[in-house]
Structures are given as C-alpha cells and as structure tokens.
C-alpha cells in the first residue's frame, strides 16, 4: 500500500538539538535528529516549556506523594496539574495530526519512561520512575509507540519500535480509505508474517476473525486494536528465525541447492547471533523478486526500509 503522508513522529526538543533544557542547553541525539529526520516528519515537543517554564530554569523533580507521583518545582509547588492538562491538549494534537511515534528524553522528570529518580522528603528512593508527561500521554495514546533516545541505540527496541511506527502509519491509511473486504484480506496477508513474529496467536486469532466477519467496517475498529497490541509484545531472536524458515519454505522449488544452502546459513547465522536480522531478510527478498515468487512479492516483513534508520542493520543482545 502507498502512503499518502508521510510518516510524523513526535520528539523532544532538546534531542533536535533545540536549547530548551533547564540549564539553557540541549542534548542533541544524532541519530534522532538525522537518522530519524530523513526518513520521518519530526515534530518538536517540550512539555516543560509549554507549561510556561523558562529557560533557564530550577530543575523540577518526582516526588512519591500518598496520592501518587507529583511533580514539583524548585520551590515544592506542585505542577502535577499544569502538566495533566497540556498533556491532554499535547495528546489531542498528536491524535488529529496522526502522530505515528514518539520519541522522549530519557531520565526527565517530565519526559523519562522507567528510568526517572523518584523522590521522597530528600531522599532519592528509586530511580525507575516515569515522567508525568510521558504516562499520561500512554494513557492516552496507547498505540503510539514511545521510545527513549538511549533505547533507539539497542537494535531489538530500535526495530520493534520502528516496525510498530510503520505499522501504525499504513493501517491509519487503511482506515482512513474506503476499507472493502479485499484490502482487509490484502493488509492482513502482507502483515500476517510480522505479526507471527510478535504474536503468534494474534495473527491466527485474525486469520480466523477476518474469515468469519461479514461487515468489514465494522470489524477493522476491531482488527486494529487487536493487530497493534500483538505487535506491542517483543519478537524473539527464536520468533524471527521461525518466520525466516516459514518464508524461505516458499522458496524451495524456485532456488538451486547451492542457493538454498546460502540462504539457510544467512538464516543460521542470524539465529546464532552473528549477523543482523537484515542479512536475510535482504536475500529473501532477492530471491523472491528474482524468481517472481508472488507469495513473497508484496510481504511487509521483507519491505525495504529507509536505509537511515539501520533498520534490522544491528546485532540482537543475549
């Protein structure tokens, strides 16, 4: 399917390199500022400034309250409800402009996912807190997906990202289209391959849901919802090599012996961890385009990615 628009994703400010931290400086990420800004729309965001903080600035921290997490100023006041309600315009924006990701600065009292120091009375208490911008705007914005700059530098969390990113981005323009039984059909067998790598049971459960509704305006609301949180759940290393064989199973008749032995060490190779998932899906698609395989011609899971992100360019950790 052709996209219509292009992809937009929401960034801190200060990973663009824009000088809005408190201490008037910013902490420009390269690989979001350049990686992500050839191949996306990026839109800049700061919460802190848009709750009409200065810059500089005191810094705010998260204090561990009975009632939950607050968020306070230097001078204790308490700037939880400045932040929950330009969270909820900040989330309605995202939703009508079609923001398909959202990438936020690690460690921000406001921004930070899991990783934020909590705080009660002096005393640092944990540091797995998550910024109340970035939890409200989960809550509200449960599919998009949200990354932290320092998990785009790990190759797994940077392609389960980008994968949930483009997912995202192509079933918004199925719905947003005059949706018929044949491009349902058409979205679920080109996307059922990186959903087993997901979810197995999802992509099955779909499978069987799509053969059985009859009202497929009714059912895409349904499909969707479903089809985003299976992609939510990690693939494995052992999930993409069973989809890796599944696919490399079309190619049995149309390569030689001598090509089927190169391609199912390409595939062991990356189940051993010694080269990138890209390797063969690379030669997969190939083969596929070279022997005209159709079953293969059109898979989401073989797409060719913009080759700034390094998508599925990197070593999957232990």
């Known amino acids: ?17 824009e000088e809005v931290r408190y201490d008037g400086g910013h902490r420009r990420s390269e690989t979001v500022a350049s990686a992500l800004g050839k191949a996306f729309e990026l839109v800049s965001e700061c919460p802190e400034i848009g709750i009409g903080l200065g810059v500089p600035r ?4 998260l204090e561990r309250k009975p009632g939950g997490t607050r968020l306070r100023g230097s001078r204790g006041e308490d700037l939880t409800p400045l932040m929950d309600d330009y969270a909820r315009q900040a989330a309605s924006v995202f939703d009508e402009t ?16 899991g990783d934020v120091k909590l705080h009660e009375g002096s005393a640092v208490i944990s540091e797995n807190g998550t910024g109340v911008f970035a939890s409200r705007i989960a809550a509200a914005l449960p599919e998009a997906p949200r ?21 995202l981005a192509e079933i918004r323009e199925l719905a947003s289209g005059s949706a018929d039984a044949r491009t349902l059909y058409e979205f679920h067998a080109r996307w059922k391959m990186v959903l087993m790598a997901h979810s197995e049971g999802t992509a099955r459960r779909l499978g069987r849901f799509l053969a059985a509704t009859r009202d497929i305006h009714g059912a895409l609301p349904r499909y969707g919802k479903e089809f985003l949180a299976g992609l939510a759940e990690p693939a494995s290393v052992g999930t993409h090599h069973n989809v890796l064989l599944h696919l490399a199973g079309h190619l049995k008749k149309p390569l030689d012996p001598a090509a089927r032995v190169r391609l199912g060490g390409e595939i062991a190779a990356f189940r051993a961890r010694k080269a990138p998932l890209a390797a063969p899906v690379r030669s997969l698609a190939a083969w596929a385009a070279r022997r005209e395989v159709q079953s293969l011609r059109n898979q989401a899971y073989l797409a060719e990615r913009p080759a700034s992100l390094a998508y599925r360019e990197g070593i999957y950790r232990e």
Request: proline content about 7%; glycine content about 6%.
């Open 147 to 167: 990354i932290s700059e320092v998990d785009l530098e790990e190759p797994a969390l940077r392609d389960h990202w980008l994968t949930r990113v483009f997912a």
């Open 1 to 17: 399917m052709e996209r219509r628009r292009p992809i937009r994703i929401v960034v801190s400010g200060c990973l663009l390199g």
């Open 58 to 61: 005191p810094k705010i921290r």
């Open 98 to 113: 079609r923001v398909a990701g959202i990438v936020l600065k690690s460690r921000s009292p406001s921004c930070g996912m």
